[in-house]
């Protein structure tokens, strides 16, 4: 299974913008690269995915590296409710590659 | 308002106990995922149901089974407790068709407390 790296933890001040990096230098030709994040006592919550293009909708952008090793999600403006664990996950094509492997996440903190 | 919901949202067994969990998927969705998820963890795949099978399971022991019926809901149930199982347990309900990537819709999950 593909895993992904993300820094424990950080930190950004209210209405600045917030870049968290993944890398997923196994990944795959096939996987997507899906972001999800958690508040507290909540369940995950589906932010953002794609396979080759950066992509944008109304919660973020993911920036893709270009030999997609890497990733990065983009907040544009943070505030206090985007305060979560942000996790980066690679989904496979088919059967059981198509579960998602969860890591640790990042720890967002967001100062007002 | 995501629409899985799940049941019960809080329970304490004891070992050696059987549990039941249950997920109501969000409406059209044909496909259910488990996931369990320890205190400062992420969540760890379980298994999957795609129309009533299972598709793709996890590193879990055969005492986690499941279930998925015909109107999309699902149970998951646990044999023979063990201490190590008390964690919050996710349920996600998706639409798959074709090869599209689609997201996955969360519950609030079922915290179980093993004692």
């Known amino acids: 299974d593909a895993k992904t790296t993300q820094p424990n933890s950080m930190e950004s001040n209210e209405e600045e913008p917030v870049h968290l990096p993944c890398n997923h230098s196994?990944?795959?030709?096939?996987?997507?690269i899906h972001w999800y994040r958690q508040l507290p006592s909540q369940g995950p919550e589906y932010v953002i995915h794609?396979?080759?293009?950066?992509v944008n909708n109304r919660m973020a952008s993911l920036a893709i590296a270009e030999d997609r090793k890497s990733s990065t999600l983009i907040l544009h403006r943070a505030t206090l409710r985007d305060a979560a664990v942000y996790y980066c996950?690679?989904?496979?094509?088919?059967?059981?590659?198509?579960?998602?492997?969860w890591g640790l996440g990042t720890s967002l903190a967001v100062n007002p | 308002e995501t629409g899985v919901t799940q049941s019960p949202t809080h329970l304490i067994k004891t070992r050696g106990q059987q549990v039941t969990l249950r997920c109501s998927s969000q409406?059209?969705?044909?496909?259910v995922s488990w996931y369990q998820q320890a205190l400062g963890q992420g969540p760890q795949f379980i298994f999957q149901?795609?129309?009533?099978?299972?598709?793709g399971r996890g590193n879990f022991p055969p005492r986690f089974s499941g279930l998925q019926f015909p109107n999309y809901s699902s149970e998951l149930n646990v044999n023979a407790l063990e201490l190590d199982d008390s964690a919050l347990y996710l349920c996600?309900?998706?639409?798959?068709?074709?090869?599209?990537?689609?997201?996955?819709?969360f519950g609030e999950g079922s915290r179980l407390t093993v004692l």
């Open positions: 996950i690679l989904q496979g094509a088919a059967g059981n590659n198509r579960k998602l492997i």
């Open positions: 996600a309900s998706s639409l798959v068709s074709g090869g599209a990537r689609r997201e996955l819709f």
């Open positions: 409406s059209g969705h044909n496909t």
């Open positions: 196994t990944i795959s030709g096939t996987d997507y």
């Open positions: 794609g396979l080759t293009s950066n």
């Open positions: 149901y795609y129309r009533e099978e299972e598709n």
